[in-house]
């Protein structure tokens, strides 16, 4: 009876009605009811520093002549001085038994561009920060981590625990490296990284968006949610009132950022961030594209990093698309829920907006790693990542009798009556189970806003988004069990991993990687369209063609950059410079084909901006650059680069494609005394090009050695 009544539930779908489609928005998870750097993570100001013993031994020989007392620091002071950009920097201490030495920097010199600086240096054999050091995080006090919960179907005591997807996601061994530290209300930063949840709003008063020693949720008082930016859009109105009268939003919201530490039930993945609820669905499950696409809109004009939308529609609607472009190119990182079921997975087609080119997929994992496709779970080209979602497995009592088990999510939920039911048809209320995609969306949400905070990143931050995306991915555990560590269309790059992931490692050791896109012709998605990928170096060469609305995957291709091209009806166009990295997603490679005057695009991309590497230089054969662009519409389809003696000027190199390599170094011949600047213009997808964007400029200054003195020589002697 118990089985009966499970799978009844399972069969239960909430829907959306959406306005102008066939196919409903509905709630994923309804088949079952700064500098690109560590924050705070080293000390400013200064750098270590070994040198080679090559050179630490020719300086030996040199210095101990003269009686020099610590060779080591006279050594590495002149390494110092030979670099103009760290004039007054100076050896503060040094550590002789293992040969490293503290150098304390000149005030303006950050500590990553010192780092790089001396790395440079010959005589340099290694540089790094001065890293903190912390005492180990204690385990949180929220009294659900270490608490088990018993079947509820096969009543077996103690069975699981609460919180096992915190558990097998290694929150807490995540958290040893960022935050270290649980917040209260009196220390919770007012500026900590936002992640909006687009969902059916948030209880505003729920003890577990309160952190300890805090009387408020209000992130202005050390809560949780942001009650400056939280809203509810309907019908294209805009109100402040985010009040959850569904449940749904409050349980993803738990999930990714509940508080830790607080002596209340649970904790969120992203503990350090503050939510920003966006209601557009109402106490019935509806809501409508037009609203979604404002909130999308309206988060990333508030320069909000992370979106969440555990929500989602069959039919494709371009007003979603344009959002996500226009949401993505500002710099956020979108995660959506892929599709479900609640008549059994597996490939039951594309959902929206976790289709789209530029967004991550979620799909769901189970408490073994396992996928629930006959269940609900979907499966398709578009997954990106799998996280912690539920599943139906059979499990053994004393007995020796078999029993299916829910092992499903566990989170907050309103403190009030709601219409929504847990996964087990009981009443919703302050905690609860749920089960889907919905579910497994947040903790990657929450993770991204860790990685982000943890790096320093904001929409600001040149690519950021994207090296956040390929940071879960590279550092998600091998679910879906390939030699390769690469991409499936059940668990994409794999189940995500918190410590991994703030690791920065290649955790399946991936040797393959992924290109995604999607292809336009005169402003239209076009199916059918050929897509080749060819290696720029080596014969690697694969082609697939696009499926429903242009959208495309190239998996598993060896890591390095390609020429991608896609031709449809007679036009075609390609890429240069697209980088596949080992073990992740290149996505968002979109195809604008077509009439040029016919393209949905009249805007061009804003003027670049162009960095040197540092004021001078000593090369007098190369000269590396950065820069970065954004089109909001169609995207960069490619960089120009020239070199010139002048701002603007090409009289060093004219302009040459880049494609869309966004730093280089370049070979010409530079001269001593010179200053060199750099102009780069970007190119959209619709042909449209920028005005030309200029660095500071770079001096080329070649160090000359004084003569060498003989040990208590007194200078030249005269001729006789």
């Known amino acids: 009876m118990r089985v009966r009544t499970v799978w009844q539930i399972i069969a239960v779908t909430f829907v959306f009605a959406l306005s102008g489609h066939s196919a409903p928005l509905r709630l994923a998870n309804t088949p079952v009811a700064k500098q690109a750097v560590p924050r705070q993570e080293y000390r400013e100001g200064q750098v270590l520093v070994k040198l080679r013993p090559q050179a630490l031994e020719a300086a030996r020989n040199t210095l101990s002549a003269v009686g020099t007392s610590s060779v080591l620091a006279a050594a590495v002071q002149p390494v110092i001085e030979n670099i103009p950009e760290l004039a007054g920097a100076r050896v503060e201490r040094t550590i002789e038994r293992i040969g490293?030495?503290?150098?304390?920097?000149?005030?303006g010199v950050s500590v990553p561009h010192a780092v790089e600086l001396l790395r440079k240096q010959p005589q340099v054999l290694w540089a790094e920060p001065n890293y903190l050091v912390r005492?180990?995080?204690?385990?949180?006090?929220?009294?659900?981590f270490h608490e088990y919960d018993s079947g509820k179907i096969s009543g077996i005591p103690n069975l699981y625990p609460y919180l096992w997807d915190m558990l097998i996601i290694q929150a807490y061994d995540g958290w040893q490296i960022y935050p270290n530290r649980y917040y209260t209300a009196a220390n919770k930063p007012r500026d900590a990284i936002r992640i909006a949840v687009i969902d059916s709003g948030v209880d505003p008063n729920h003890p577990d968006f309160k952190n300890a020693g805090g009387t408020s949720t209000d992130s202005r008082y050390g809560g949780q949610i942001d009650w400056t930016l939280g809203c509810s859009i309907f019908g294209g109105v805009y109100d402040s009132d985010f009040t959850d009268e569904l449940g749904h939003g409050t349980h993803v919201s738990g999930i990714a950022a509940a508080a830790a530490n607080n002596g209340e039930g649970v904790f969120g993945v992203a503990y350090n961030a503050q939510i920003v609820p966006v209601k557009i669905i109402d106490a019935t499950g509806t809501g409508e594209d037009a609203d979604?696409?404002?909130?999308i809109i309206y988060c990333a004009d508030n320069n909000i990093p992370v979106i969440n939308m555990s929500l989602g529609t069959t039919s494709y609607p371009q007003v979603l698309a344009d959002a996500v472009n226009y949401a993505y190119y500002k710099g956020c990182i979108l995660i959506a829920a892929a599709n479900e079921s609640g008549n059994g997975g597996g490939d039951i087609g594309n959902i929206y907006p976790a289709a789209h080119s530029k967004v991550l997929a979620v799909s769901p994992t189970g408490i073994l790693d396992d996928f629930p496709s006959s269940l609900y779970a979907g499966t398709g080209d578009y997954i990106g990542v799998s996280a912690p979602g539920g599943s139906l497995l059979w499990v053994e009592d004393d007995d020796g009798n078999l029993w299916p088990e829910a092992f499903v999510i566990y989170s907050t939920a309103p403190s009030y009556p709601v219409p929504l039911p847990d996964?087990?048809?009981?009443?919703?209320y302050m905690y609860g189970y749920q089960i889907g995609t919905s579910m497994a969306t947040p903790h990657v949400s929450g993770l991204a806003a860790l990685y982000a905070e943890y790096k320093g990143f904001t929409v600001n931050t040149?690519?950021?988004?994207l090296a956040t995306w390929r940071a879960i991915q590279r550092g998600a555990d091998n679910a879906q069990q390939r030699a390769d560590g690469g991409w499936t269309p059940s668990y994409g790059f794999g189940r995500i991993n918190v410590r991994n992931t703030l690791l920065e490692v290649n955790a399946r050791n991936a040797t393959v990687g992924c290109l995604s896109g999607q292809v336009y012709f005169n402003g239209t998605p076009v199916q059918g369209a050929q897509i080749e990928a060819r290696a720029m170096v080596g014969s690697t060469r694969k082609v697939t063609t696009a499926q429903n609305y242009g959208l495309w995957r190239i998996p598993n291709l060896p890591p390095g950059y390609y020429r991608v091209k896609a031709t449809a009806f007679g036009y075609n166009k390609e890429f240069e410079w697209v980088e596949v990295v080992a073990g992740a997603d290149t996505p968002g490679v979109d195809f604008w084909l077509g009439d040029v005057n016919l393209q949905p695009d009249i805007t061009p991309p804003e003027t670049p901006q162009v960095w040197d590497d540092g004021a001078v230089q000593n090369s007098l054969s190369t000269l590396h650059a950065r820069w970065w662009s954004r089109d909001l519409e169609t995207g960069i389809f490619r960089y120009e680069v020239a070199i010139g003696t002048t701002p603007g000027g090409t009289d060093v190199m004219g302009w040459t494609s880049v494609g869309v390599r966004t730093e280089a170094t370049f070979n010409v011949s530079l001269a001593h005394g010179k200053t060199y600047y750099v102009a780069v213009r970007a190119v959209n997808g619709a042909g449209l090009t920028s005005a030309?964007?200029?660095?500071?400029?770079?001096?080329?200054?070649?160090?000359?050695s004084p003569p060498t003195q003989r040990p208590g020589g007194g200078g030249r002697r005269p001729v006789r």
Do not use: Y
Not at 423 to 428: D, T, V
């Open 135 to 144: 005492p180990l995080l204690p385990e949180p006090n929220d009294p659900r």
């Open 462 to 465: 040149p690519g950021g988004n």
């Open 292 to 295: 979604l696409v404002e909130a």
């Open 692 to 704: 030309v964007g200029v660095s500071d400029g770079i001096r080329v200054q070649i160090p000359i």
């Open 423 to 428: 996964a087990f048809g009981e009443q919703f």
């Open 100 to 107: 490293w030495a503290v150098v304390r920097l000149p005030k």
